[in-house]
């Protein structure tokens, strides 16, 4: 395996407490002496604190008791050594020995041990050494103290690992939190970081890479491991770029998008401006009659098929010369309106891949027909956010302490992919394997987003059934690669036009840039 595979696999790495402390105890067996771990790690996050912070005069380490206060000590001792001036706060009174060898030897060299938390406040930067990975439960009154009198100084923090006060596996908050502004993660990334509730405290999150032998980590994990984060060069390779010489429309997939209603008119154009990018080589619509003239305006390269209306607005019910067994997927549920429910039912009985999102999913829940879903002879795409995800699985949603294990629980009962929308995207298959999406925005935070990717996720499962033969996985491949081009496009129209400027059609115009600048950058690009 080359280097820059051997990175690319250890960015897509996500591991529990749990099983970080099986890996590490493998090397530590293996003859990887815990000191030379501790020395090898710290010259990594001293060489980034000096990267991350080249003008910075004192450092203040907040030091804890087990070898994560350790590793802290060794990076104060390294950038004493490199002229930085040093201050040590330690407010536990026992330590593990190898930490308190080292606090002795900074000691030594003149690095002041201060008593009082106060005397940190001149420092420039913070190093948070407290308590690393694997906290699970409250810290004390006095640290708890101190962690809210450090957050309210707001200076730059660089916390090891996962920011103090931060649980491991479900990011929850133990009573008080690092308000970090770097995170950098020792060796492999810690579910915790992946989670809503944590991003508040984690800050930009950066992995060290201690060289873990990829052995020994899929020995503990599987090969491949069952939860994963998304890479740019992972999102991309799923992605439909490349199409033979001789093919034709019909052969680079066929979708088809139930959408839409008198009162959400919007939705059923944002679903197609996202499926009309995904390079889809034939769009079908269908829409309430009196929308047709609309999208056929909008997308004149579609097929717009008008049905019939209720009184309210809502599709009917679908024209007979509409085929559902003639397409390679079927996109259904924005702007629908509970009253199609007819129209839904009517998809679900199709045994052709499926995307529900919105009205679909509400359907769905007011059906009580999600354990149905597992019937099913093609696969299902669910793409909650977490209101939906509560009416469709209300013994999985409250309480949620971690959107990884929810996502999981809710494809093994549905028998659907389940995608969960939030900050952190979490994707999960029915046989258990998770990818999450560790980039979004803000931004994305505006109606009618959840439309595009649905739009987008139609036109590409649609792609990847008509290129041959699909099974879960491929199909869960590119649904964690459209999850990502979604992001990736409201990042992009962020930085350009800020938080702000990123509604759902502005949002649909950045997708092919995005992909364009994915492409040119992937060659260099890994993380």
């Avoid at 730059?156 to 995170?183: M, N, Y």
């Avoid at 996720?457 to 996985?473: E, I, N, Y």
Wanted: glycine share 8%.
């Amino acid at each position: 395996m080359t280097a820059l595979a051997r990175t690319q696999a250890i960015q897509q790495i996500v591991v529990t407490a749990a099983q970080m402390r099986a890996i590490e105890a493998r090397l530590f067996a293996a003859g990887m002496p815990i000191e030379a771990l501790m020395e090898k790690v710290a010259g990594l996050i001293a060489r980034r604190v000096e990267a991350l912070y080249p003008d910075r005069q004192h450092l203040g380490v907040l030091v804890g008791p087990g070898h994560n206060g350790g590793d802290a000590l060794v990076v104060a001792r390294e950038l004493h050594f490199r002229g930085c001036a040093v201050s040590l706060y330690n407010p536990f009174p026992k330590l593990k020995e190898l930490t308190a060898q080292h606090q002795r030897y900074c000691q030594s060299l003149g690095m002041p041990l201060v008593e009082t938390l106060e005397a940190l406040q001149d420092c420039d930067v913070l190093l948070d050494g407290l308590f690393g990975f694997g906290l699970e439960r409250s810290p004390s009154d006095e640290i708890a103290d101190a962690v809210s009198q450090i957050n309210q100084w707001q200076k730059p923090i660089v916390s090891i690992d996962l920011p103090s006060g931060l649980h491991t596996d479900t990011g929850a908050v133990l009573r008080t939190a690092i308000r970090a502004t770097h995170t950098l993660c020792l060796g492999l990334w810690k579910q915790g970081l992946l989670q809503d509730q944590a991003l508040a405290y984690v800050g930009k999150a950066e992995l060290v890479d201690f060289d873990v032998p990829l052995s020994d980590a899929w020995a503990v994990l599987g090969n491949p491991p069952t939860v994963r984060r998304i890479t740019s060069q992972q999102a991309i390779t799923h992605l439909p770029l490349t199409r033979p010489a001789a093919t034709h429309k019909y052969k680079m997939g066929h979708a088809l998008l139930i959408c839409g209603s008198r009162r959400y008119a919007g939705g059923a154009l944002l679903t197609a401006l996202g499926a009309r990018a995904s390079g889809v080589g034939m769009l079908s619509i269908a829409v309430p009659q009196t929308l047709k003239a609309t999208l056929t305006a909008q997308l004149p390269e579609a097929l717009v098929w008008g049905c019939p209306e209720l009184d309210t607005g809502a599709i009917a019910q679908l024209p007979d010369e509409i085929d559902l067994s003639a397409y390679h997927t079927i996109a259904c549920g924005p702007g629908l309106t509970k009253d199609a429910s007819a129209v839904v039912q009517q998809v679900l009985s199709q045994t052709k891949p499926i995307v529900l999102d919105a009205d679909g999913l509400n359907i769905l829940a007011e059906m009580g027909s999600v354990p149905t879903l597992k019937a099913r002879q093609a696969a299902t795409i669910i793409t909650p956010h977490q209101g939906e995800f509560k009416r469709l699985f209300p013994d999985l949603a409250d309480p949620m302490p971690c959107r990884i294990t929810a996502a999981q629980r809710a494809a093994a009962t549905s028998g659907a992919i389940v995608l969960l929308k939030g900050a952190r995207v979490a994707i999960a298959s029915p046989e258990g394997a998770v990818w999450v999406n560790p980039d979004s925005t803000a931004a994305l935070a505006r109606g009618g987003s959840g439309d595009v990717l649905t739009g987008l996720l139609g036109g590409l499962v649609a792609q990847c059934v008509a290129a041959g033969p699909s099974s879960t996985d491929s199909i869960l491949d590119c649904v964690q690669s459209g999850a990502w081009w979604h992001a990736q496009a409201g990042i992009l129209a962020m930085q350009e036009r800020t938080l702000l400027g990123v509604d759902a059609l502005t949002l649909s115009q950045y997708l092919i840039p995005t992909l364009q600048l994915g492409i040119t950058s992937n060659v260099r690009y890994v993380g």
